[in-house]
């Protein structure tokens, strides 16, 4: 089993619509997780990071279920701008260092 | 502005030729971090470093190098030894070690070998 699955999409979603992604992860040991926002052919950068209790960031929300181990993102109102892929980024303090999913692509479409 | 810079952009390399990217930081931060992207595929941690004069290696090391002589720089070398070096390379930093503390990107460079 991949340490990281995530769906690689693409979701193709109309502006508007509530867009999720789930992405599982095979380390239960995993302590610290985040979601990164990269642009084509652009650098990663930190949408959010995922706490136990599930966080909200505007129209963002992110959540971790450590029993079935996966993330979730939630979009709501989705805007052309958020077209990007996204990546589920873990930490594992045994490993010591992050682990990125491959990503899922999304296009929001006027 | 404080960020991470990267250079050269595009690189181009013949093989056999060894070639070294640059990666400065004027963040402040102790830890650096060299990653490489495939299509398709997840960022891989190629080296790291959590202080001057001492890094680690990641999954990927062979067929790179690295030094850490300075607090604000972190270059990596390719060299011939590495049998696919096509790709795109990420320097990122962040304030201490990799678990809680957001890590910052720089822009890339984009390999290729002719």
């Known amino acids: 089993r991949k340490e990281v699955e995530q769906d690689p999409g693409p979701f193709n979603v109309p502006e508007g619509a509530t867009v999720a992604f789930n992405c599982t992860y095979s380390?239960?040991?995993?302590?610290?997780f985040f979601w990164y926002r990269q642009d084509c052919r652009k650098e990663p950068k930190l949408l959010m990071s995922v706490y136990s209790s599930g966080n909200e960031d505007g129209r963002f929300t992110a959540q971790l279920n450590r029993a079935s181990q996966y993330i979730s993102l939630l979009i709501r109102d989705s805007k052309l701008s958020d077209s990007a892929t996204y990546l589920c980024v873990f930490f594992s303090g045994s490993a010591r260092q992050l682990t990125f999913g491959s990503g899922t692509q999304l296009t929001v479409l006027p | 502005d404080g960020g991470i810079t990267q250079s050269p952009k595009y690189l181009f390399r013949k093989e056999g030729q060894n070639v070294t990217l640059s990666c400065e930081q004027n963040?402040?931060?102790?830890?650096m971090y060299w990653y490489r992207q495939d299509p398709g595929q997840g960022l891989r941690l190629i080296y790291y470093?959590?202080?001057?004069?001492?890094?680690q290696k990641g999954d990927i090391a062979e067929g790179y190098s690295v030094s850490r002589e300075k607090k604000e720089s972190f270059p990596l070398t390719v060299t011939s030894a590495q049998k696919n070096p096509t790709a795109f390379y990420l320097c990122a930093s962040s304030v201490t070690g990799p678990g809680t503390d957001t890590q910052y990107f720089g822009p890339g460079t984009r390999l290729t070998v002719l």
């Open positions: 470093s959590q202080i001057v004069n001492d890094f």
């Open positions: 380390n239960s040991a995993s302590q610290s």
């Open positions: 963040l402040n931060h102790d830890a």
